[in-house]
Structures are given as structure tokens and as C-alpha cells.
């Protein structure tokens, strides 16, 4: 009975994910793309979409940080670890809005090819600024990787399809964006583990002080509605001025906006159970074939057209990813060999 259990659990995980980030991602599309009716205009407000999302993640992390009853407060988290926390949050707030811009420029599943290689700038900081070993396989494996998204993005490099008048027909912009958010993402996961591992001990020594990714959830999102609000009012007080003419406008945006908050925030939570209930690993083959489902989803359901060049790169980056969750499988079942032994 407690192993049928466990396996309706892990179901109901997987299910979880899959549900709330496929319908997030089939929700994003057409919010960062789509040219609304009664405005004639796109919905061009990353930092309304940000501030919409964390809001919902924090308030919904909170509730769950509530109903876990941990001992270590979210508040005390945040004044132990205000200034890591304060970085990351800055860099996953930055890379969001280049992210988003950079999809006026290029093409979607692009975006999503990119978004997927996040390990590239993650080895990249480990190795420049923390100074991390990294295995030569991890290497090789970040070079098949960016090879598959170069493939895919060589064979649809086509003039029309960057909107006329841009200026940019190739999408240099939208790429060079693309790049800085990938950095910055890298900046943001690596200080995550950075974090996360220079804790361990602490954590060790006082139960109380326990960090679960709940914990995570509800200070980094607290940190991502600052940063956005901040730079509405700081930096582009124009970008709230316009989201709310086109919400008036078109309010069938606030649905979008919902829906796409809802689902990133609900999706976060099941990340995270999975994550402490059966480990890292579960979680990277559910969320890889997550990103799988959304790239296909997007070809099946907005009919972008994919050659064979595109495809080989979609099979590469698979491949790649594919093989990063493998590799992660071996390195999990080392340390319960060295015991057996």
C-alpha cells in the first residue's frame, strides 16, 4: 500500500508540472506576441507580467510555508540572507524583461531553445566567478547543446521572418538579448547553489533553521516584485502607463495574465515538493520532458513551420538534455554504491 502510494504521489507531481508550466507556456505566447484587437497593439510590459506572477508565487508560498509550519520564518530567511537572496532576485528580474524583449526579434521556439541550454552560463559562472571544478563531460555537453540551438537557429534564418522595418534582419538584437538573459540566468542558478551548498552545515546543526525551496519561492519572489516595481517608477514609469491603456482597452489580457500567473505559481509548488520528497532527480526528468512538451506544443497548436535543418537542431538540444539528465542519474547513484561497499 505505501509503495501504490508513492507512485500515485510521483503521478500526481508529474501531472502537476506538466499542467500548470504547459498551459504557462502556451499562455506566454500569445501575452508576448499577440497583437490585441481594440488596441492594435502587443502587450509589451514585461515588468507588469513580472510583478503579476511574483505576487501570485509569493502569496501562494506563503500560504504553503504556512501550512508546512516550518520553524525558520520566511522573514528570519530573507534577514539571514538578504543580500544573496537580493542578487538573485536581481538578476532572474533583469533577465525576464531581455528575455521577453528579445522575442519582438526572434522567433519562439528560439527563445525556448535557448532558455532550455541554461547550463551553459550556470558552468560558465561556476568555473569564472565561484571557481567550481567542472567535468570535462559537462563541457563536451555544453558545446552539443549550444551546437543544436546554432543548427536550429541557422536553419530558419530567414529575413521575413523579423518584422519589416526593424531594422534588424537577421535578429542580431533579439540574440545579443537572448545571451544577456542566459548570463544573467546563469548568474541567478549558480549563486541559487552557491547559496543552497555554503548552508548545508548551518542547517545541519539547528533543524529550525531549515531553507526548503518554499522558503526560496517566497523571499526570491518578495525580492522580484521590489526590483520591477522599483524600475517602473524609477526607469520606465511609461511601461505601467500603457500596460493600464491596453488593459482597458483589451481586458481580455487580464485572463492571460492570470492564467499565466496562476500556473507559474501553482507550478513552482509542485516543483518543489517533488524536489524535497524524491529528489533532484525525479525532478530533472519531469521538468525535461516538460520543456520537451512545450516546444512541441508550441509547433502544434501556433503552427510554426519547422524544416529538417530546425529539427536536427531540436534532436540535438533533446539529445543534449536528454544526456544531462542521465549524467545527473549516474553521479545520484554513486554515493549509494560507496556505501554498499
Known sequence: ????????????????????????????????????????????????????????AMLVGGVYLKWRKLGYKPFDFIFDHGKELAL???????????????????????????????MIPILLVHLLLYRTSIPRKMKVLALVVSMGVVVFTVGGWKPKSIESGSGDRHGTKGYVLLLLSLFLDGMTNATQDNLLKSNKPKVN?????????????????????????????VLDRQQWEKAKVLLRKDPEILNYLFTYACCGAIGQCFIFYTLEKYGSLVLVMITVTRKMMSMILSIAVFGKRVNPIQWAGIIIVFGGITFEAIGKMKTKRLPSKSKLH
Open 1 to 56: 500500500m505505501p509503495q501504490k502510494q508513492g507512485i500515485f504521489t510521483l503521478l500526481f507531481c508529474v501531472l502537476g508540472v506538466y499542467a500548470c508550466f504547459l498551459t504557462w507556456a502556451l499562455v506566454q505566447e500569445p501575452l508576448s506576441t499577440r497583437v490585441w484587437p481594440e488596441s492594435n497593439q502587443k502587450f509589451q510590459a514585461p515588468s507588469v507580467i513580472a510583478i503579476a506572477q511574483a505576487s501570485v
Open 88 to 118: 538573485i532576485s536581481f538578476t532572474q528580474s533583469t533577465s525576464t524583461p531581455l528575455a521577453s524583449y528579445s522575442l519582438h526579434h526572434v522567433e519562439y521556439l528560439t527563445y525556448m531553445l535557448a532558455k532550455s541550454c541554461k
Open 205 to 233: 546543526k539547528s533543524s529550525k533553521k531549515k531553507i526548503t525551496g518554499a522558503h526560496l519561492m517566497f523571499a526570491l519572489n518578495m525580492f522580484i516584485i521590489i526590483w520591477n516595481a522599483l524600475y517602473l517608477k
